[in-house]
T-cell receptor, first 114, second 112 residues
Framework: DTEVTQTPKHLVMGMTNKKSLKCEQHMGHRAMYWYKQKAKKPPELMFVYSYEKLSINESVPSRFSPECPNSSLLNLHLHALQPEDSALYLC?????????????FGPGTRLTVL | DQQVKQNSPSLSVQEGRISILNCDYTNSMFDYFLWYKKYPAEGPTFLISISSIKDKNEDGRFTVFLNKSAKHLSLHIVPSQPGDSAVYFCAASDQAGTALIFGKGTTLSVSS
């Protein structure tokens, strides 16, 4: 299994809603990542988890709250988002947080904030 | 300051010909480079990688060349197929890096 899965595929939410994005991998990878990608732009790193601990937060607003319940799962909790937060949210995983480790991406969740 | 640059936003190639996508980087600490392919509404798919100890890596129709002195890498696709039409991102990391730094992407269109 060399797949990273993400649910839901599409999400539409209002600015007062609370929702969560989910990511799962069963490759035994110990590093997991959240990226945000706007149309026609490269993915921008948001968070990095290494061995289930948050190791990098790229100055992401607190309305995005990551969680790593176990080594296979990564969640992104959303609350009080703004319309400009609408984007494709990508999860990725790699063997370790290390140079030379290929990151495998999930298909993404297309988020629309109304 | 953009550390990974893909200066051509788009490239059009005929089926069967060679596609050459270019990428330049500024950080001499980068030692691992990857190419990702992305279809609309999908996540990036890993294509091929190269470490700084090599100057060429080949996988089927895809070959990546690395010129460290010029801080330049390129992806060659031979022969190009219509299914190769996608956005191609170059990405790099360094020894201390924990994630990838991406270029802005090049949209490849292969016509039959």
């Amino acid at each position: 299994d060399t797949e990273v899965t993400q649910t839901p595929k599409h999400l539409v939410m209002g600015m007062t809603n609370k929702k969560s994005l989910k990511c799962e991998q069963h490759m035994g990878h110990r590093a997991m990542y959240w990226y945000k990608q706007k149309a026609k732009k490269p993915p921008e790193l948001m968070f990095v988890y290494s061995y289930e601990k948050l190791s990098i937060n790229e100055s992401v607003p607190s309305r995005f709250s990551p969680e790593c319940p176990n080594s296979s799962l990564l969640n992104l909790h959303l609350h009080a988002l703004q319309p400009e937060d609408s984007a494709l949210y990508l999860c990725a995983s790699s063997q370790d947080v290390d140079s030379g480790d290929t990151q495998y991406f999930g298909p993404g969740t297309r988020l629309t904030v109304l | 300051d953009q550390q990974v640059k893909q200066n051509s936003p788009s490239l059009s190639v005929q089926e069967g010909r060679i596609s050459i996508l270019n990428c330049d980087y500024t950080n001499s600490m980068f030692d691992y480079f990857l190419w990702y392919k992305k279809y609309p509404a999908e996540g990036p798919t890993f294509l091929i990688s190269i470490s700084s100890i090599k100057d060429k890596n080949e996988d089927g129709r895809f070959t990546v060349f690395l010129n460290k002195s010029a801080k330049h890498l390129s992806l060659h696709i031979v022969p190009s197929q219509p299914g190769d039409s996608a956005v191609y991102f170059c990405a790099a990391s360094d020894q201390a890096g924990t994630a990838l730094i991406f270029g802005k992407g090049t949209t490849l269109s292969v016509s039959s």
